[in-house]
């Protein structure tokens, strides 16, 4: 149980394009959903916080335009990178949980975001 | 705020000898502390978690972690490591709202 599907697990795009990234919580009702950002070697940085039909709280020094989130379900939230840009390269993770705390979070796979 | 050290970055192992990967971690109130494994491009996988109760915890794929109140430590263990052990492992922590901290990780390297 708790499968989180993310997708796609990798893209490769131009410089410029915007690329969407779903999180899928497949079969239990993600009240919270969570993006992460992994550069080579290092551990997980949190980029923000989505609550189903509520905006998404950014982390300090995250642009909110510039990583548009969703989460319209309580299972599914996308992570729009606007205009991207070689810079933005790097390995997306979006991870999934219910309740208020004590209930751990369930991570998908990760996406692979490359920018030429 | 709560924060997470690993004190180990990297731990090289022969496979069927025991590992311990240390962590501690600061708050000023009650967390629940986890710890994932990380395979190549792979998200993270729930190997254990301690929320109350027993303070020795046991996960799958044979590991365990003990968490020390006193010592504000969560350190994870496996008797016996095979090769597919070899992976990262991330230490994390959570307060309220389910929001994680993590450590920097812990590279585990299993050798024949």
């Known amino acids: 149980g708790a499968v989180v599907s993310q997708h796609p697990s990798r893209v490769i795009c131009k410089s410029g394009t915007s690329v969407k990234i779903e999180c899928r919580s497949l079969?239990?009702?993600?009240?919270?959903m969570f993006w992460y950002r992994q550069f080579p070697k290092q551990s997980l940085m949190l980029m923000a916080t989505?609550?189903?039909?509520?905006?998404?709280t950014y982390e300090q020094g995250v642009e909110k335009d510039k990583f548009l989130i969703n989460h319209a379900s309580l299972t599914l939230s996308t992570l729009t990178v606007t205009s991207a840009h070689p810079e933005d390269s790097s390995f997306y993770i979006c991870s999934a949980s219910w309740g208020n705390g004590n209930q751990p979070q369930h991570f998908g796979d990760g996406t692979r975001l490359s920018i030429l | 705020a709560q924060s997470v050290t690993q004190l180990d970055s990297q731990v090289p192992v022969f496979e069927e000898a025991p590992v311990e990967l240390r962590c501690n971690y600061s708050?000023?109130?009650?967390?629940?502390l986890f710890w994932y494994v990380q395979y190549p491009n792979q998200g993270l996988q729930l190997l254990l978690k301690?929320?109350?109760?027993?303070?020795l915890v046991k996960g799958i794929n044979g590991f365990e972690a003990e968490f020390n109140k006193s010592q504000t430590s969560f350190h994870l263990r496996k008797p016996s490591v095979h090769i597919s052990d070899t992976a990262e492992y991330f230490c994390?922590?959570?307060?309220?709202?389910?929001?994680?901290?993590f450590g920097a990780g812990t590279t585990v390297t299993v050798r024949a």
């Open positions: 079969d239990f009702q993600a009240t919270t």
């Open positions: 994390a922590v959570s307060r309220l709202r389910n929001k994680l901290s």
């Open positions: 301690y929320l109350s109760g027993s303070t």
């Open positions: 989505s609550n189903e039909g509520s905006k998404a």
């Open positions: 708050s000023s109130v009650s967390v629940y």
